[in-house]
């Protein structure tokens, strides 16, 4: 199991520059859109959400862009696993939440937790 990203939010985008780059060193790995439908099907927030993807040594951020302070609709980690359906088929059997969204190259897969905690499972 490796930790892929942690995603979190923030309500100004000079933030980016101000903290995550100046203070943390980070450098943009890569800047996009959360598309509404993607959002709304996995974080049930039906609007197109700006994110960027962060990074310093092995550590990265994904951080999205939100209006209101103390919203936690996106925040997640993101793990990889070797054989990343076993670990689906354990949650499913376990009676957890599993949110797949299929795609042209990889499906996106979310865990969720008892305690509402996301993790997106990517394959190593």
Do not use: W
């Not at 490796?2 to 060193?25: G, R, S």
């Not at 609007?47 to 092995?58: G, P, V, Y």
């Amino acid at each position: 199991m490796k930790l892929m990203h942690v995603a979190i939010m923030i309500t100004d985008k000079a933030e980016i520059v101000n903290f995550y780059e100046n203070i943390f060193q980070m450098k943009i790995v890569k800047e996009f859109v959360l598309p509404k439908e993607l959002s709304h099907k996995i974080f049930n927030k039906n609007i197109d959400t700006e994110a960027i993807l962060l990074q310093k040594d092995e550590m990265q951020l994904e951080v999205f862009i939100v209006e209101n302070k103390g919203e936690s609709a996106f925040n997640h980690l993101c793990i990889s696993f070797p054989k990343r359906e076993l670990i689906v088929s354990k949650a499913k059997e376990a009676g957890y939440k599993v949110i797949r969204i299929p795609r042209k190259n990889f499906d996106i897969i979310f865990i969720i937790d008892n305690d509402q905690n996301f993790y997106e499972i990517k394959e190593s």
